[in-house]
């Protein structure tokens, strides 16, 4: 008797489980979704009124349709059709597409303010575009409290950056990377990184070409994010390097500061950051040895030194370093010395370039270093200029 009612009991739990299994099922298909809030669907309409589209990217944005959650690049929350992301970028790449290409597919006009209505906002990416008709970056994108990425790279903004962007304090990525105006005069610039403060939770930072020339403590001011993670500042010009050490750096993975013009020995305030995969220092006017302490971030994957005017025969050294996958040099005329045995621990390199640095051994000697582990997947081995001996030829 004891046994049929456990039975029992047993078989009306297992239906119980079965009865909740399916409402949930039920729920997360979407019984209850009701899509996007006629509010939202009608601030993304007035933001696309504002733009020409010649590559007909936002046809599905059609106010006859309701929902505007099936709008191409519009992510909406599952259940409350709150809209949460735009995903704008300009499909093509500025860097591989045909220019004619590129500037067609490009959204064309000025940031309507009804941005403002989509409350839960957390994801923005209007990159590649061309809002010159909004001129500068506009001061109300402030007001999107929720943000979390914002990517306005190359998307034909001029002028200041607002400070008032550092009222998001919930943003992780943020990009104004400004290669487009990389040859104009009125490129983005900041007169002050102080607002940066504001942003504590930042994890990725381009401020590529933007002009921090008036920014006398930006690297300082950046060294006050506890997470950041990626650094992009190439072609920025900042005034000076800090003397002070980089101490709040201990997550930093990638250092991007190409083409800046500093002078002289690389600064010591970069030894502590031996958490680094990415190091790119090319393009400056460093005049020194490479320092010892550089050997030690043996976390690198990428290093590129190229176009300074190191000197000196450190070479063998850099064999340390053996989760490096793509290593440049180049440019470097007065930087010398081997390529040694130690070398041959490279077993991750996928490309290396020592162009006009003076190498001073026979071809013979390098190929037999590379015909360990490297061979495997070495795609790029550049030698030109580095005064290479070559192989010894007999007569019989």
Known sequence: MKSAMSISVAVLFFGLLIAISNFNISFCNGSSYVGCSETEREALFRFKGGLQDPSNRLVSWNIGEKDCCTWDGVVCDNFTGDVLQLHLRN??????????????????GRINPSLLDLKHLVYLDLSGNDFTASHQIPIFLASLKNLRYLNLSNS?????IPSQLGNLSNLQYLDFNDYIHMVYVNRLYVENLNWLSGLSLLEHLDLS??????ASDCLLDINKLPRLVTLKLPYCEPNRFPLLPVSNYSSLATLDLRGNDFQGLIPEGLKNLTSLKQLDLS????????????????HLEYLSLRGNSF???????????????????????????KILTSW??????????????????????????????????????????TQLSAMPFYVL
């Not at 591989?96 to 959204?107: F, G, M």
Request: one cysteine or more; charged letters at 20%; glycine letters at 8%.
């Open 91 to 108: 499909p093509l790449d500025i860097f591989y597409a045909e220019y004619e290409d590129y500037e067609r597919s490009k959204l064309i």
């Open 156 to 160: 034909r903004f001029v002028g200041l």
């Open 209 to 214: 070409f933007v002009n921090l020339r008036k």
């Open 283 to 298: 393009f400056n006017n460093f005049n020194s040895s490479i320092p010892n302490w550089i050997y030690r971030f043996t």
């Open 311 to 337: 000197r000196g025969a450190t070479l063998g050294e850099i064999g340390n370093m053996t989760s490096l996958q793509n290593l440049d040099l180049s440019d470097n005329d007065e930087l010398e010395g």
């Open 344 to 385: 041959k621990r490279f077993c991750n390199l996928k490309s290396i370039s020592l162009s006009n640095v003076n190498l001073s051994q026979k071809i013979s000697e390098i190929l037999g270093i590379f015909s360990g582990c490297i061979s495997v997947r070495l795609e790029s081995l550049i030698l030109g200029h």
